[in-house]
C-alpha cells in the first residue's frame, strides 16, 4: 500500500510545502505500514528531486512532459489518479494551495475517494484516520473521520513539523501518454510580477493596517520587511483605499497565508482579516489600543503607537544582524 504526495514546485526547485507534505505522508506512514510515493511534475534536477528522499520518500516519480507545463488540472487528475491506482494508493496528500485544492475533489470524484480538506495537524488515530482541520474561518475545530477505502487530504501550511526521515533515492522517471484531448485549458500567456516575494510562500510576512493612516506611511514597514527578508501584506480597507496594491491583501477575500512569522502593525484583527493569517506559526501584533482584537489571536504583542514602536524595532533588528 502506498501513501502519494504531489510536490510542488516553481523554478526548478521544491517549494516548502513539497516538504511538509512528503514529511506529513513519512510521519503517517509508519503507522499504515506504507510506502511513501512522490509525485513531481516538472524539470527539476535530480539532486532536487532527492530532497524529497531526505524526508521519506520511498520512490520519487518524475514527470517531465511539456504539455503539462502549464498546469492543467484536468490533466494532472487523471495523471495522479492513474499513479494512485498502479501504485496500489490508499491515501493521496496534496498542499491546501490554488493548484492541490483545483486538484484534490476531482481526483476525490474520480477514485469515489474520501476527501479531507485544509487538515492543520497530524492525525489523531491514523486506523482509522481521523484528521482535524479548521472551520468558521478559523474560529473552530473539526475532527473528520476518513471512512472510504481511499482517502485525500489536502494539508494547511504548518500542520506538522519537518522532520527529516532519509531513504534510499529512488526516482524514477515517467513518460505517460498525455493526448491533446486531455488537455482542456489553453495558457496563452503568462506575466511575471518580478521582485517580490510570494505571500502565499513566504517565510516572514510584515503587514500594515489602516492604524498606518495612509499609503504614504509605509517606508518604516518596507524598511522593516527589507532587513528581515519578509513579503509585505495589508488589510483590505489599506487596499481599498488604495496605499497598496490589491495582490498584497490578506484575509477571508485576499491571500491565505501560513508564514512562520506574521507582524501585523496597526491591524486590529477582524474575524475577516484573521481567517486569512490564522495559520501563521508565531504572530506579532503592534497596536495602541491594548483592547484590539488581534491580541487574542498573537503570541506576542505590543501596544504602542506604530510610528514610534516601528523606528525602535528596525534599528534593535539592524543590531541583531551586525
Ligand atoms: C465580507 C467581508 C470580507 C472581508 N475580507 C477582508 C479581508 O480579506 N481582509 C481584511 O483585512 N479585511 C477584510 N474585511 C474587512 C474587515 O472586516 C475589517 O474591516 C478590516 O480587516 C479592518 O482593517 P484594519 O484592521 O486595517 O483597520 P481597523 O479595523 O480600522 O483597525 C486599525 C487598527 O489600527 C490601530 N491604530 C490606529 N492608529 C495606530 C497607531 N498610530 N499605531 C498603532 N496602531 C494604531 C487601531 O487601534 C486599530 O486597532 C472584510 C469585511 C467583509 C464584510
Given at each position: 500500500?502506498?501513501?502519494?504526495?504531489?510536490?510542488?514546485?516553481?523554478?526548478?526547485?521544491?517549494?516548502?510545502?513539497?516538504?511538509?507534505?512528503?514529511?506529513?505522508?513519512?510521519q503517517?506512514?509508519?503507522?499504515?505500514?506504507?510506502?511513501?510515493?512522490?509525485?513531481?511534475?516538472?524539470?527539476?534536477?535530480?539532486?532536487?528531486?532527492?530532497?524529497?528522499?531526505?524526508?521519506?520518500?520511498?520512490?520519487?516519480?518524475?514527470?517531465?512532459?511539456?504539455?503539462?507545463?502549464?498546469?492543467?488540472?484536468?490533466?494532472y487528475?487523471?495523471?495522479?489518479?492513474?499513479?494512485?491506482?498502479?501504485?496500489?494508493?490508499?491515501?493521496?496528500?496534496?498542499s491546501?494551495?490554488?493548484?492541490?485544492?483545483?486538484?484534490?475533489?476531482?481526483?476525490?470524484?474520480?477514485?469515489?475517494?474520501?476527501?479531507?480538506?485544509?487538515?492543520?495537524?497530524?492525525?489523531?488515530?491514523a486506523?482509522?484516520?481521523?484528521?482535524k482541520?479548521?472551520?468558521?474561518?478559523?474560529?473552530?475545530?473539526?475532527?473528520?473521520?476518513?471512512?472510504?477505502?481511499?482517502?485525500?487530504?489536502?494539508?494547511?501550511?504548518?500542520?506538522?513539523?519537518?522532520?527529516?526521515?532519509?531513504?534510499?533515492?529512488?526516482?524514477?522517471?515517467?513518460?505517460?501518454?498525455?493526448?491533446?484531448?486531455?488537455?482542456?485549458?489553453k495558457v496563452?500567456?503568462?506575466?511575471?510580477?518580478?521582485?517580490?516575494?510570494?505571500?502565499?510562500?513566504?517565510?516572514?510576512?510584515?503587514?500594515?493596517?489602516?492604524?498606518?493612516?495612509?499609503?504614504?506611511?509605509?517606508?518604516?514597514?518596507?524598511?522593516?520587511?527589507?532587513?528581515?527578508?519578509?513579503?509585505?501584506?495589508?488589510?483590505?480597507?489599506?487596499?481599498?483605499?488604495?496605499?497598496?496594491?490589491?495582490?498584497?491583501?490578506?484575509?477571508?477575500?485576499?491571500?491565505?497565508?501560513?508564514?512562520?512569522?506574521?507582524?501585523?502593525?496597526?491591524?486590529?484583527?477582524?474575524?475577516?482579516?484573521?481567517?486569512?493569517?490564522?495559520?501563521?506559526?508565531?504572530?506579532?501584533?503592534?497596536?495602541?489600543?491594548?483592547?484590539?482584537?488581534?491580541?487574542?489571536?498573537?503570541?506576542?504583542?505590543?501596544?504602542?503607537?506604530?510610528?514610534?514602536?516601528?523606528?525602535?524595532?528596525?534599528?534593535?533588528?539592524?543590531?541583531?544582524?551586525?
Amino acid at each position: 500500500m502506498s501513501i502519494l504526495v504531489f510536490s510542488e514546485n516553481r523554478n526548478g526547485k521544491l517549494k516548502k510545502n513539497a516538504i511538509e507534505a512528503v514529511s506529513y505522508a513519512s510521519q503517517i506512514a509508519k503507522e499504515n505500514s506504507a510506502q511513501v510515493v512522490a509525485i513531481s511534475v516538472g524539470k527539476l534536477a535530480d539532486e532536487e528531486l532527492s530532497l524529497l528522499a531526505k524526508y521519506g520518500a520511498n520512490k520519487i516519480i518524475s514527470v517531465t512532459d511539456e504539455k503539462l507545463k502549464h498546469e492543467d488540472t484536468m490533466a494532472y487528475t487523471k495523471l495522479i489518479a492513474d499513479i494512485f491506482n498502479k501504485e496500489n494508493g490508499k491515501i493521496a496528500i496534496f498542499s491546501h494551495s490554488n493548484l492541490g485544492k483545483a486538484i484534490a475533489p476531482r481526483l476525490s470524484v474520480k477514485l469515489k475517494a474520501g476527501l479531507a480538506a485544509g487538515v492543520t495537524d497530524l492525525p489523531d488515530s491514523a486506523n482509522p484516520l481521523v484528521v482535524k482541520r479548521k472551520t468558521y474561518n478559523g474560529l473552530a475545530f473539526l475532527n473528520v473521520k476518513v471512512k472510504s477505502d481511499k482517502k485525500i487530504l489536502t494539508l494547511n501550511a504548518n500542520a506538522c513539523d519537518i522532520v527529516e526521515n532519509p531513504v534510499d533515492v529512488n526516482i524514477e522517471k515517467l513518460s505517460p501518454q498525455i493526448e491533446d484531448s486531455m488537455l482542456k485549458t489553453k495558457v496563452t500567456n503568462v506575466d511575471l510580477i518580478i521582485g517580490k516575494i510570494l505571500l502565499t510562500e513566504a517565510d516572514i510576512v510584515v503587514s500594515g493596517g489602516r492604524g498606518l493612516k495612509s499609503g504614504d506611511n509605509w517606508k518604516p514597514l518596507e524598511e522593516l520587511a527589507d532587513l528581515l527578508g519578509a513579503g509585505l501584506a495589508c488589510s483590505r480597507p489599506v487596499s481599498d483605499e488604495g496605499w497598496r496594491p490589491h495582490d498584497e491583501h490578506v484575509g477571508q477575500t485576499g491571500k491565505i497565508i501560513a508564514p512562520t512569522l506574521y507582524i501585523a502593525v496597526g491591524i486590529s484583527g477582524a474575524i475577516q482579516h484573521i481567517g486569512g493569517v490564522s495559520a501563521s506559526k508565531i504572530m506579532v501584533a503592534i497596536d495602541k489600543d491594548k483592547d484590539a482584537a488581534i491580541f487574542s489571536y498573537a503570541d506576542y504583542g505590543i501596544v504602542g503607537d506604530a510610528f514610534k514602536v516601528l523606528p525602535r524595532l528596525i534599528e534593535s533588528v539592524k543590531k541583531f544582524k551586525s
